[in-house]
């Protein structure tokens, strides 16, 4: 087994930036364009009252969805669940994007890591601690990001049938 092999054992999220993308990522990915796609064409072309299916406005959308709530007023679960759309269009195209890179300044190749290191403890060699420290902060991160995607993928699943 390689030394990146071993690392990427402790840190499995340290993916190098060419890596492919997980059959998860891409449901994630592929679940949110569609939503996008919903609001930004479906939904605007439906309050713009058009014709033109290639007619595509993220500002005509978000308008539809409170136009579309007018619609049906005294519909709780309707109303919901439009409520549900506009929060998860604008997690994925707003709020996700800023999200700040938990591996940046880290070597993904890990090149930064020395193979003395590998005879050595964190508490003999502070530089060690420090490189481990700032792997496994990156680590956390990476998977409070991954627990958010899957709780809003399972928002989106849920209100699947109003799409």
Same mark, same amino acid.
């Given at each position: 087994?390689? #030394?990146? +092999?071993?690392?990427?054992?402790?840190? &499995?999220?340290?993916?190098? &930036?060419?890596? $492919?993308?997980?059959?998860?990522?891409?449901?994630?990915?592929?679940?949110?364009?569609?939503? %996008?796609? @919903?609001?930004?064409? $479906?939904?605007? !072309?439906?309050?713009?009252? %058009?014709?033109? %299916? %290639?007619?595509?406005?993220?500002?005509?959308?978000? *308008?539809?969805?409170?136009?579309?709530?007018?619609? /049906?007023? /005294?519909?709780? *679960?309707? !109303?919901?669940? #439009?409520?549900?759309?506009?929060?998860?269009?604008?997690?994925?195209?707003? #709020?996700? &994007?800023?999200?700040?890179?938990?591996? /940046?300044?880290?070597?993904?190749?890990?090149?930064?890591?020395?193979?003395?290191?590998?005879?050595?403890?964190?508490? /003999?060699?502070? +530089?060690?601690?420090?490189?481990?420290?700032?792997?496994?902060?990156?680590?956390?991160?990476? *998977?409070? @990001?991954?627990?958010?995607?899957? *709780?809003?993928?399972?928002?989106?699943?849920?209100?699947?049938?109003?799409?």
């Amino acid at each position: 087994m390689s #030394l990146l +092999e071993k690392i990427k054992q402790l840190f &499995p999220t340290a993916s190098k &930036p060419n890596d $492919v993308k997980t059959i998860g990522d891409d449901l994630l990915h592929n679940s949110f364009l569609q939503l %996008t796609e @919903y609001v930004e064409l $479906v939904v605007a !072309q439906i309050y713009k009252l %058009t014709k033109d %299916t %290639t007619y595509r406005s993220r500002e005509d959308g978000l *308008k539809g969805i409170e136009w579309l709530k007018k619609q /049906k007023e /005294k519909d709780i *679960k309707y !109303q919901s669940a #439009l409520d549900e759309i506009r929060i998860l269009y604008t997690w994925w195209n707003d #709020l996700r &994007p800023k999200r700040n890179d938990p591996w /940046k300044g880290i070597d993904r190749s890990f090149g930064d890591f020395r193979d003395e290191w590998l005879n050595t403890t964190e508490d /003999k060699n502070p +530089e060690y601690k420090s490189f481990m420290d700032q792997c496994r902060h990156a680590e956390k991160i990476q *998977k409070v @990001y991954g627990i958010e995607d899957t *709780k809003m993928l399972i928002r989106l699943v849920n209100i699947r049938e109003y799409l």
